[in-house]
């Protein structure tokens, strides 16, 4: 270690910082105004990036580089407009997460976009004109393009200052960021200022990802990478604060820079990576200050919604014809194995589909009666997973035991991360979720000796009675149905009662007796515990366990779940389970481009469906039945 290493490290760091505070600010002002989870705002970056390739390539001898580049921001955000107007605007009297449901089918539409037009190869972009060579800063070479990104951060970032606090559409987006519903109310129209944010904050992603090309290649793999470390960003910084974002970016980029000069060091005759800490430090940040200051350093506590949309209904009990209705398909599922082939892959995608249906159910416990929304609910499948792999493979026990104590795993990660996140809610305890679901990540990926690290655990088949025939099938059958039952007997016991009151006024529950965070508590740890008794089933059917199901993206599959499905409805999870797992299934083995389709596919439901599947039939049969109660004979 030196000092020049250091300072070499940290300038780095501040060119990073650059990028990173471009997409970040961006992501902030749509939030602050729309408080739309914009998940698709790292695939702009992503095609700024891939646009800004092919506008240098093929204009650059006209009309010269810079110009060529600065195409791309320009394109990024007319794309943002468009997507604003034709989708996002259809969806704003929705609940808040279907329009991240929207965003997150627009990240696969995008991604196989860009796979189409140019390839599934990295694209390595030419040199910056004019700064193509280096300046020797203490004896060491630093390339003067990262000098010129380390200006851009601070330049944007006045811009912006200038244009919010000295134009008229600065004063209605702060206005907007503090309370948009008061703006409306005052005779803005609401529906251009949301097209005009959300193109700006496109566009300074698209700035962030062209300026990149000529220090990184342009990569389909950026989107859901920049997405995650925008969030930290945007949380850390405060929602909505320019200036905020900007020193969250600097904190941000520069201890991931010490990290990597700090390499492997020492401590109490214990080898400690920091390098490796770089997967992770940004989360770690972001869990430090929303337990500190949930609100971020330079953010304000948000004002209440005063209209969220459709309000929640009450949650009905099965009356006897859907009883029956779900104890014939009960029976048909268990018979199938027996009228069919017992081996078939019919029975393997519907075991997938039963254990997608226990996790989906487990987040729809929290999530919709209890209105707790999680980004990292995969931390507790991860845990029952791992949990039972590890009771298998470590300590040799048989799988009716892995499968009963795997999962206190989940539950014990549950307990922990639970007593922090019920002390947030909105979207603070969203991003908490995701910041204690990624540390859980970095664990089991860096944890070669233990876990196996990014290999997993292997090997961890079900015994020879339960791999003959369908014996498995009907095992997973068995447990998941017996779950998902138990969970709804909660949802209407004083417990699940207790819940919806906590979800519905916190101020009333606590007023009359009841302990909202005790509360609250509980039903996250019960829903780990499914969670992770889905994730036990999961390592059996796939013979081990990868540190992908801890990711983010197994946390978004639930919840894309969970919504296809209807949050509002009891059968919501199962519908959504079913039909995202077959699609995908489906999907994927008849097209090279099955996320494009499989995201038009949720697109289409959610455009016509707002309110979920389940939700949409529910409504269908509500609307007939007055009908057909007429036409009976007296």
Same mark, same amino acid.
């Given at each position: 270690? %030196?000092?020049?290493?250091?300072?070499?490290?940290?300038?780095?760091?501040?060119?990073?910082?650059?990028?990173?505070?471009?997409?970040?600010?961006?992501?902030?002002?749509?939030?602050?105004?729309?408080?739309?989870?914009?998940?698709?705002?790292? %695939?702009?970056?992503?095609?700024?990036?891939?646009?800004?390739?092919?506008?240098?390539?093929?204009?650059?001898?006209?009309?010269?580089?810079?110009?060529?580049?600065?195409?791309?921001? +320009?394109?990024?955000?007319?794309?943002?407009?468009?997507?604003?107007?034709?989708?996002?605007?259809?969806?704003?009297?929705?609940? =808040?997460?279907?329009?991240?449901?929207?965003?997150?089918?627009?990240?696969?539409? !995008?991604?196989?976009?860009?796979?189409?037009?140019?390839?599934?190869? =990295?694209?390595?972009?030419?040199?910056?004109?004019?700064?193509?060579?280096?300046?020797?800063?203490?004896?060491?070479?630093?390339? %003067?393009?990262?000098?010129?990104?380390?200006?851009?951060?601070?330049?944007?970032?006045?811009?912006?200052?200038?244009?919010?606090?000295?134009?008229?559409?600065?004063?209605?987006?702060?206005?907007?960021? *503090?309370?948009?519903?008061?703006?409306?109310?005052?005779?803005?129209?609401?529906?251009?200022?949301?097209?005009?944010?959300?193109?700006?904050?496109?566009?300074?992603?698209?700035?962030?990802?062209?300026?990149?090309?000529?220090? =990184?290649?342009? $990569? +389909?793999?950026?989107?859901?990478?920049?997405?995650? @470390?925008?969030?930290?960003?945007?949380?850390?910084?405060?929602?909505?604060?320019?200036?905020?974002?900007?020193?969250?970016?600097?904190?941000?980029? =520069?201890?991931?820079?010490?990290?990597?000069?700090?390499?492997?060091?020492?401590?109490?005759?214990?080898?400690?990576?920091?390098?490796?800490?770089?997967?992770?430090?940004?989360?770690?940040?972001?869990?430090?200050?929303?337990?500190?200051?949930?609100?971020?350093?330079?953010?304000?506590?948000?004002?209440?919604?005063?209209?969220?949309?459709?309000?929640?209904?009450?949650?009905?009990?099965?009356?006897?014809?859907?009883?029956?209705?779900?104890?014939?398909?009960?029976?048909?599922?268990?018979?199938?194995?027996?009228?069919?082939?017992?081996?078939?892959?019919?029975?393997?995608?519907?075991?997938?589909?039963?254990?997608?249906?226990?996790? @989906?159910? $487990?987040?729809?416990?929290?999530?919709?009666?209890?209105?707790?929304? #999680?980004?990292?609910?995969?931390?507790?499948?991860?845990?029952?997973?791992?949990?039972?792999?590890?009771?298998?493979?470590?300590?040799?026990?048989?799988?009716?035991?892995?499968?009963?104590?795997?999962?206190?795993?989940?539950?014990?990660?549950?307990?922990?991360?639970?007593?922090?996140?019920?002390?947030?809610?909105?979207?603070?305890?969203?991003?908490?979720?995701?910041?204690?679901?990624?540390?859980?990540?970095?664990?089991?990926?860096?944890?070669?000796?233990?876990?196996?690290?990014?290999?997993?655990?292997?090997?961890?088949?079900?015994?020879?009675?339960?791999?003959?025939?369908?014996?498995?099938?009907?095992?997973?059958?068995?447990?998941?149905?017996?779950?998902?039952?138990?969970?709804?007997?909660?949802?209407? #016991?004083?417990?699940?009662?207790?819940?919806?009151?906590?979800?519905?006024?916190?101020?009333?529950?606590?007023? !009359?007796? !009841?302990?909202?965070?005790?509360?609250?508590?509980? @039903?996250?740890?019960?829903?780990?515990?499914?969670?992770?008794?889905?994730?036990?089933?999961?390592?059996?059917?796939?013979?081990?366990?990868?540190?992908?199901?801890? $990711?983010?993206?197994?946390?978004?599959?639930?919840?894309?779940?969970?919504?296809?499905?209807?949050?509002?409805?009891?059968?919501?999870?199962?519908?959504?389970?079913?039909?995202?797992?077959?699609?995908?299934?489906?999907?994927?083995?008849?097209?090279?481009?099955?996320?494009?389709?499989?995201?038009?596919?949720?697109?289409?439901?959610?455009?016509?469906?707002?309110?979920?599947?389940?939700?949409?039939?529910?409504?269908?049969? *509500?609307?007939?039945?007055?009908?057909?109660?007429?036409?009976?004979?007296?």
């Amino acid at each position: 270690m %030196s000092v020049s290493g250091l300072l070499a490290q940290l300038l780095n760091g501040l060119a990073s910082a650059s990028a990173l505070f471009l997409v970040s600010v961006g992501l902030s002002l749509i939030f602050g105004v729309t408080r739309t989870i914009n998940f698709a705002h790292g %695939s702009f970056y992503m095609l700024g990036a891939f646009i800004a390739y092919s506008s240098v390539d093929l204009l650059s001898p006209h009309i010269g580089f810079w110009p060529a580049l600065l195409l791309a921001p +320009l394109a990024c955000g007319v794309l943002g407009a468009l997507a604003e107007t034709l989708l996002l605007r259809r969806i704003y009297q929705a609940p =808040e997460l279907f329009q991240l449901l929207t965003t997150f089918a627009l990240v696969l539409v !995008i991604k196989d976009a860009a796979l189409w037009l140019w390839g599934p190869e =990295e694209l390595f972009g030419p040199r910056a004109a004019g700064l193509e060579g280096s300046v020797e800063i203490l004896g060491r070479q630093f390339p %003067s393009y990262d000098l010129f990104l380390i200006a851009v951060g601070p330049c944007v970032l006045l811009a912006l200052t200038l244009l919010l606090g000295k134009t008229r559409f600065g004063t209605l987006v702060r206005a907007a960021t *503090q309370d948009r519903e008061m703006v409306g109310a005052l005779g803005v129209n609401q529906a251009w200022l949301f097209t005009a944010v959300f193109a700006l904050g496109t566009l300074l992603a698209g700035l962030g990802g062209a300026l990149q090309l000529p220090r =990184e290649p342009a $990569s +389909l793999e950026t989107d859901m990478l920049t997405i995650g @470390a925008a969030f930290v960003v945007v949380v850390v910084g405060g929602m909505g604060s320019i200036p905020g974002a900007f020193i969250a970016a600097l904190l941000v980029a =520069e201890l991931k820079a010490v990290c990597i000069w700090l390499g492997v060091q020492q401590i109490g005759g214990l080898d400690i990576s920091f390098s490796k800490l770089t997967l992770v430090v940004e989360f770690l940040v972001m869990a430090v200050v929303l337990v500190w200051r949930p609100w971020g350093l330079l953010g304000k506590p948000q004002a209440p919604a005063r209209s969220g949309g459709t309000p929640e209904q009450p949650l009905r009990a099965a009356g006897r014809a859907a009883s029956a209705a779900w104890l014939a398909l009960l029976a048909a599922l268990l018979l199938l194995p027996v009228i069919g082939d017992a081996g078939s892959y019919a029975t393997v995608l519907l075991t997938d589909i039963f254990i997608a249906a226990l996790f @989906a159910a $487990s987040l729809h416990f929290i999530l919709g009666p209890g209105g707790m929304h #999680s980004f990292g609910h995969a931390a507790y499948f991860g845990l029952g997973a791992y949990g039972a792999a590890l009771l298998v493979r470590a300590l040799d026990l048989p799988m009716e035991a892995a499968l009963l104590l795997g999962p206190l795993a989940a539950a014990a990660g549950a307990l922990l991360y639970g007593w922090f996140c019920v002390r947030l809610s909105g979207v603070y305890l969203t991003m908490l979720t995701l910041a204690l679901a990624q540390i859980s990540w970095a664990i089991v990926f860096q944890w070669n000796d233990f876990t196996g690290g990014s290999n997993g655990v292997t090997g961890v088949w079900p015994p020879q009675w339960a791999s003959q025939g369908a014996a498995f099938y009907w095992l997973a059958l068995a447990i998941c149905a017996l779950g998902i039952y138990l969970l709804r007997r909660l949802l209407f #016991s004083p417990l699940g009662y207790a819940l919806r009151a906590a979800r519905d006024s916190a101020l009333r529950a606590d007023a !009359i007796g !009841i302990d909202v965070r005790r509360v609250q508590w509980t @039903a996250f740890v019960i829903a780990g515990l499914f969670a992770g008794l889905a994730g036990a089933l999961f390592a059996f059917s796939k013979g081990g366990v990868a540190p992908d199901s801890m $990711s983010v993206t197994k946390s978004v599959d639930a919840l894309v779940m969970v919504l296809l499905g209807g949050v509002q409805t009891l059968a919501g999870p199962v519908v959504g389970a079913a039909a995202f797992t077959w699609l995908h299934d489906t999907v994927a083995r008849n097209t090279e481009y099955w996320r494009a389709l499989l995201g038009a596919t949720m697109l289409v439901l959610v455009l016509l469906a707002p309110q979920g599947i389940a939700g949409y039939a529910q409504r269908l049969r *509500q609307k007939f039945a007055p009908l057909k109660r007429q036409g009976e004979p007296a």
